[in-house]
């Protein structure tokens, strides 16, 4: 498998640590298939208890990496991404993130099916996808509204912007800011004390608040594909992306 | 059609401005028409890629002209303010608010309904209905717990009390407080923003977060639409709008 | 019935009063049962337009007594907490609650049935049921996310720990804060406010902000006491129990 993608396990926590920090750990296709293959055997696993992802380096992930976006992307449920996606969305473990520098794109859109979200007061997050004439992914079209209303949601991504740390705290996308340090530590101690309490109790909690809506955030990730899809084949998109890849 | 709303239109946005400033932009059943068919007509036009809503004077919109409450008033589906409400509920194109002063019962409703929502700091909102003997309409019974939670939504829908633009932006209501100054410029400069972008990219993005959730909001609207024509036969209702038409 | 539960009414309110001090309010079987009882006769009674429900002493609710859940307990549609829970969700009267210092388990829980939550600046919140090796119950797991977002429920239902009032206030579980005395006066107020309302009006807006999604917070009840009553029945449980009673 890739070495972008490290693992370590111990004392029921399995951590998924982005390393690809030349790129500011944005997504290959071989990041994607490790990350949903590890995800997946957790969820086989009895000894994972709580998986946190991480990323070494200044930022958390900058993203699907672009060079993917130009080629003649597949989007079954084979394809890498969507595998990741559904690992996610099926996912019945605690899931922790400790953040920090740029969380763009997937690297947003993923902390959405996160339990806790731990990010370094440097944070920044972006949706940019309609700046390259695409539309969000990952579900994020019904859990970012359920997240933080309607409005929100809108402003996010139908404008694109950067928005910082404190704005994601303040609508519920970010459990804890961590000052002037690595986030690590403090998503770490969350994942101790979850991997303390009775993981029966843990997992049907979790699994009673992610149920009922799991098929529809299924469908919603399929229709987002699907239009993903069509889009990266527009004009405006094509122009769009390699203006963004020419830089 | 009515002088009371005004329309303009270049660079891909269509600009719809209440005009009836000596009842505070309160709405009339022309005005609806005249809301509902621009809307109506914006949605069929590839040209329009955002719609800006906004009023002329110190008050956004006074709520429906209480006169119209005391006529034997049919809200089927052809009544104007039905047919502003679906409108609205149906509309795929970005809708953006600059408002400012008094925004009243549907005047803070049809805000629900909006992507972007850019208020002047001294507006203030109500949502009356209650003491009117009436109830809720526009989907604000589904969109307004949602938008901030059943314990808010109810304590403003069952006390029908007023509020200001600071909590109205603490729960999502508003995208941006503007100081001392309209609201018109920071709503027109997202315009222009979404305008630049690709429309398919927007509308899809906009489309996969409203279209799951469209046939349980214009059921909503029906339903209070009902208990709305209902109530307003009662003697509670017909007292209390006697008495505020007194004043 | 139990004398842990006084009641009283005039001016169409109906208090519900928790009187059991000497055990911070927790609640027995038949606690549940005047509870419950009382609820459905409001429901049936034209006189009744508000319910406010308080507790006398320093706390209003230290959540189940927990010898009770260490009986083999029943929990039927016919149990006392069973027929509670279902009151509170089928309820259709305005309920107020007035609270203080510790509101722990079904104490937080009930609140989510709640229109409006007045709390004293002492008040403290804990979900802390994994704590237990057991699950939330009372509709928690949809009504709490729907409330203030996946994340910060899972913050609060997974790690289990206590939170203030300022945080209630600020996902929204809580109206207003009540600095240095009881809750009682400005909960009381509100009260007397809705029943000058009318009342037709009232409840019907209650409804509509409840109705369609009344039948899915029955069935997560339902969903969250089989698990619960699976969960009791654990090791990991069992030992928790223990362990707390002996303190």
Request: proline share 3%; aromatic share 4%; with cysteine.
């Amino acid at each position: 498998m890739t070495d972008f993608v490290k693992t370590s396990g111990n004392n029921h926590i399995l951590e998924l640590i982005l390393n690809r920090q030349e790129k500011k750990n944005a997504l290959t296709q071989d990041m994607y298939l490790s990350l949903a293959e590890n995800i997946e055997k957790a969820n086989n696993d009895d000894e994972v208890r709580v998986i946190l992802i991480r990323a070494e380096g200044e930022s958390f992930c900058a993203g699907n990496d672009l060079n993917d976006f130009v080629k003649d992307t597949n989007l079954d449920d084979a394809a890498p991404v969507v595998r990741f996606l559904l690992a996610l969305a099926n996912n019945n473990k605690p899931l922790v993130a400790a953040i920090q520098g740029s969380a763009v794109g997937i690297g947003t859109t993923l902390l959405l099916h996160c339990d806790l979200v731990y990010a370094r007061d440097d944070t920044r997050f972006c949706l940019p996808f309609v700046h390259l004439g695409a539309c969000v992914e990952g579900g994020g079209s019904r859990l970012l509204p359920a997240l933080c209303g309607y409005q929100k949601a809108a402003e996010l991504l139908l404008l694109g912007e950067r928005f910082d740390v404190q704005e994601a705290k303040s609508f519920g996308l970010v459990t804890r800011i961590i000052e002037q340090q690595s986030a690590e530590n403090a998503a770490r101690e969350a994942c101790e004390k979850i991997s303390r309490l009775p993981p029966d109790a843990v997992q049907t909690t979790r699994r009673l608040m992610k149920e009922h809506d799991r098929p529809a955030v299924l469908s919603t990730i399929q229709r987002e594909l699907t239009e993903f899809q069509r889009l990266l084949q527009t004009e405006d998109s094509k122009q769009r992306l390699a203006a963004v890849l020419k830089r």
